[in-house]
């Protein structure tokens, strides 16, 4: 296939949190807000004068330091973090909105905030740290509005001044949702038989989305569908089997590379926030706050394994079967952080019943933050791929023998 015009320049925003268009945002005296879970809605921080940063954490080398201060068992992400906080990453940021969700990344922010390290010359800069509900019934969306109104709404008011009204607040969804739209129309490609998008450009488009000021890159993601629609795939296939990939959130497109190089196509991508969830547009009526409906889509679209009331669970393993069906995959990578609670436990019982009750072919894995260079995750994936690829031609010489 023809290289996409814009990939190179998306990648290259992939290289650094504080990337190109961050530095021309904040230059233009926007501010820049910190995240690091679907739970705080990315909407709230793209409110008048303001950007979300979805924080990652690219080329992390060593984690030395943040696991002197965490620990082993701490996930990668939260040490990765914290190392390149330390560093000094990212003294840019105007405030860090946490979510007190998992122990490992209020660590992490415990001890930014503890070292002081992004706050020196910053008199409003501030932390949050929300307690977002288990479920998605009515009192649950009534405890989250009132922790996101108190502890980021009020403080984006009264450090910064932000306009935090009812028409800020729909011009925000606006916004977001024609990212979505975008997104959306683009991942719809890859239902196709022989898609005119790999995963790994639409995951760099994804990512992108979610770690530059929206308002930048709107133009050229408009310019890429447009040429998406027009894209000649390779007459011969590049792949042998499609997946659905499942787990925690992906920093890192290599790791899609590494799947794709070894013949598992990537047609949808089901992370803790990326496309699904992550870009459904938020649907408002005229009678309630909006932030009232925020919160409750964003309770209600979380794929998130803390969610453990059983209606929620069941929902996972439904919605896992849903998009195999939907984007035509022959079976399901699921995928852990290393030492991530949340995924170990979903990772672990979903791929037993995704395989022997819905009869899915899946591969388990956990990896590390930065997973390009593990020889052990290209093995067993060449492994899988081979596997569902026999199973798929034995299926298909039983149908013949069936229709002879
Ligand atoms: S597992 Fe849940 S709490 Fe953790 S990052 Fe994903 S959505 Fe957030
Ligand atoms: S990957 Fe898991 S342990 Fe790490 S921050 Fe996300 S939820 Fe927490």
């Not at 906080?85 to 909105?97: H, P, T, V």
């Not at 008199?123 to 109104?149: G, M, P």
Request: glycine share 4%; aromatic share 10%; hydrophobic share 35%.
């Amino acid at each position: 296939m023809k290289d996409l015009k814009h990939l190179i320049y998306f990648e290259k925003l992939l290289e650094d949190a504080n990337n190109d268009l961050v530095r021309q945002a904040k230059a233009e005296g926007k501010l820049a807000l910190g995240y690091t879970c679907f739970h705080m809605p990315e909407v709230l921080l793209n409110l008048p004068n303001c950007f979300s940063v979805r924080l990652r954490a690219p080329n992390t080398g060593s984690m030395e330091v943040a696991t002197y201060y965490m620990c082993n068992g701490s996930c990668e992400y939260s040490r990765a973090l914290l190392e390149r906080a330390m560093e000094g990453n990212y003294k840019f940021l105007d405030a860090i909105c946490g979510v007190d969700l998992c122990e490992a990344m209020n660590r992490c922010m415990e001890n930014m905030e503890l070292l002081h390290i992004q706050d020196e010359n910053k008199d409003k800069f501030f932390y949050t740290n929300t307690d977002v509900a288990y479920s998605d019934d009515e009192d649950s969306v009534v405890h989250t509005v009132e922790q996101l109104q108190r502890k980021v709404l009020n403080k984006l008011h009264e450090n910064y001044g932000v306009d935090i009204s009812e028409a800020a607040l729909r011009k925000a969804v606006a916004e977001h949702n024609e990212i979505c739209r975008l997104i959306t129309e683009i991942g719809e490609f890859r239902k196709l038989e022989n898609p005119p998008i790999t995963g790994y450009e639409f995951h760099v488009l994804t990512l992108a989305t979610y770690t530059c000021p929206k308002y930048l890159i709107i133009d050229k993601l408009r310019e890429t569908l447009e040429e998406i629609k027009t894209r000649v795939p390779d007459e011969k296939k590049k792949y042998r089997i499609k997946v659905v990939v499942v787990g925690s959130e992906i920093d890192d497109p290599d790791l899609i590379k590494l799947m794709e190089e070894n013949g598992a196509l990537v047609v949808a991508d089901r992370f803790c926030y990326g496309s699904f969830p992550g870009r459904q547009e938020i649907i408002l009526n005229d009678e309630e706050p909006v932030l009232k409906q925020i919160c409750r889509h964003y309770l209600q679209h979380t794929e998130c394994p803390r969610h453990c009331a059983p209606h929620r669970v069941q929902h996972r393993y439904d919605f896992v079967n849903q998009l195999v069906k939907d984007f035509h995959a022959d079976g399901i990578i699921y995928e852990q952080m290393k030492f991530c609670t949340y995924w170990s436990y979903e990772r672990t019982l979903a791929s037993y019943i995704m395989s022997n009750e819905y009869k899915i072919p899946t591969l388990s894995i956990d990896r590390p933050y930065r997973a390009r260079s593990s020889g052990q995750l290209r093995t067993r994936i060449q492994a899988f791929v081979e596997n569902v690829e026999i199973k798929k031609i034995k299926a298909k010489r039983e149908q013949n023998s069936e229709e002879k």
